[in-house]
Antibody
């Protein structure tokens, strides 16, 4: 059974770059699926950040596109998120998820706080 | 402001049925049969409950059902149980020219 696990720093300074990795276990990242990042600010709703296919093709939320980079490392069976020029508004729980017709598998989420 | 509109809260008594609406536009909900619904308990990751508008993943109770009419999708939960109390989010594909995926603002379900 496929499982996802996010990892990365829990604290990032303002204007810095948030970097997270999602490790895929129990299956191959090269399967016919898209792999997404979704975030949830404290007490608020879900926001789709972007997605990547194992070929490297990406799609991003236009509201974040200028600051987001999602990449894939097939050799490590993982994909990553980089969000630059962060502010307090980027404080959230960040989830990775497997998605094709829907997001059927989610990681447990990791809290990232932007603060000096 | 979320792309899809959901009521902030709904409530019902055990055994009753409730329906949560999710209103989008002709560019998302109305154009694609790719509406999904997620259940989220406090401190937990979202769980897929309905996909492609009305399909249930394996293991999801048949008390959960989905439908769509025009630009509005709906999630119905019948025979409410205490463990159904959670936040529910709808999501729709919105096409590659915009944000591929858009979520609703979420609905808090209270089981009285």
């Amino acid at each position: 059974q496929v499982q996802l696990q996010e990892s990365g720093p829990g604290l990032v300074k303002p204007s810095g770059t948030l970097s997270l990795t999602c490790a895929v276990s129990g299956g191959s990242i090269s399967s016919s699926n898209w792999w997404s990042w979704v975030r949830q600010p404290p007490g608020k709703g879900l926001e789709w950040i972007g997605e990547i296919y194992h070929s490297g093709s990406t799609n991003y939320n236009p509201s974040l596109k200028s600051r987001v980079t999602i990449s894939v490392d097939k050799s490590k069976n993982q994909f990553s998120l980089k969000l630059s020029s962060v502010t307090a508004a980027d404080t959230a729980v960040y989830y990775c998820a497997r998605g094709r017709e829907a997001f059927d598998i989610w990681g447990q989420g990791t809290m990232v706080t932007v603060s000096s | 402001q979320s792309a899809l509109t959901q009521p902030a809260s709904v409530s019902g008594s055990p055994g009753q049925s409730i329906t949560i609406s999710c209103t989008g536009t002709s560019s998302d909900v109305g154009s694609y049969n790719l509406v999904s619904w997620y259940q989220q308990h406090p401190g937990k990751a979202p769980k897929l409950m309905i996909y492609e508008g009305s399909k249930r993943p394996s293991g999801v109770s048949n008390r959960f059902s989905g439908s769509k009419s025009g630009n509005t999708a709906s999630l119905t939960i019948s025979g409410l149980q205490a463990e159904d109390e959670a936040d529910y989010y709808c999501c729709s594909y919105a096409g590659s020219s915009t944000s591929n995926w858009v979520f609703g603002g979420g609905t808090k379900l209270t089981v009285l």
